[in-house]
C-alpha cells in the first residue's frame, strides 16, 4: 500500500520478481481463461500489461482506472505484471493516448521499447500473411518503410473483432494501405522476430 508508483521505465527494465505498482485506466481485457483475465492499462503514453489476474477476486472493466501492484515477468518479449496482490479501483480520473508510431522503425527494438503495451496506431502497407480463420495467424506489413509482423490472436480479442480483421486481411491484396491500432506486446517473440 505504501509502495510508491512504478515508472514505465521500471516496468521494462526492472529484473524478474522485482514488485511494480502502477495506476492507470483499462484500455483492452482479454477474454476471461479459466477464471483468469489479462488486460492492458495505460496512462498517458505510457501502457502495462497485467496476465493472469485472478477475475474472481479483482474483476476489471475498460474505462476504469485502478491501482495494480504485483511482479515483474519477462516472457517470450513481452513484459507483464504478474502475481497481483494489490488492486484497487480509483475514482482519479486518468486519461490515455493512442500513440502514433509514425516515424519510427517498428523493428528496432531499441526505438519500440518506450511503447511497451501501449495502445499504438499508424498506417501501413500490407505485404503477405499465413490467414487462419480459427486460430492465431501473422501478417506481414510494411510500416515506415520496414517490413514487420501484425500478430491477430483470439485469445486477446472477441471472435466477432477477431473475424472482422481476418476478412479485412482476407479481402486485401498485396499493397493495400491499412490503418492500423493494436498493442506493442511480444517484440522478438518467434519468427519473424520483430
Not at 486519461?95 to 523493428?107: H, K, L, M, R
Not at 510494411?142 to 473475424?163: V, W
Amino acid at each position: 500500500t505504501n509502495m510508491a508508483f512504478s515508472t514505465h521505465n521500471d516496468y521494462v527494465n526492472n529484473e524478474d520478481d522485482s514488485k511494480l505498482k502502477i495506476k492507470g485506466v483499462v484500455t483492452h481485457v482479454c477474454p476471461v481463461d479459466e477464471d483468469t483475465v489479462s488486460y492492458f492499462i495505460q496512462s498517458g503514453r505510457d501502457g502495462y500489461y497485467v496476465y493472469a489476474q485472478n477475475a474472481l477476486l479483482y474483476p476489471v472493466e475498460i474505462g476504469k482506472v485502478y491501482e495494480v501492484g504485483g511482479y515483474k515477468k519477462y516472457y517470450k518479449g513481452l513484459n507483464e505484471i504478474v502475481n497481483v496482490e494489490y488492486f484497487i479501483e480509483s475514482d482519479e480520473d486518468i486519461t490515455f493516448d493512442y500513440v502514433s508510431i509514425d516515424g519510427t522503425n517498428p523493428t528496432d527494438v531499441t526505438a519500440m521499447k518506450e511503447y511497451q503495451a501501449a495502445y499504438i496506431k499508424t498506417t501501413g502497407t500490407y505485404v503477405s500473411g499465413d490467414l487462419k480463420d480459427s486460430s492465431a495467424f501473422n501478417v506481414t506489413v510494411k510500416i515506415n518503410g520496414y517490413d514487420t509482423t501484425l500478430r491477430i490472436d483470439p485469445n486477446y480479442c472477441e471472435s466477432d473483432e477477431f473475424t472482422k480483421i481476418y476478412n479485412l486481411f482476407a479481402s486485401s491484396i498485396p499493397g493495400t494501405k491499412i490503418e492500423l491500432c493494436g498493442f506493442m506486446t511480444a517484440f522478438g517473440w518467434g519468427t519473424p522476430a520483430t
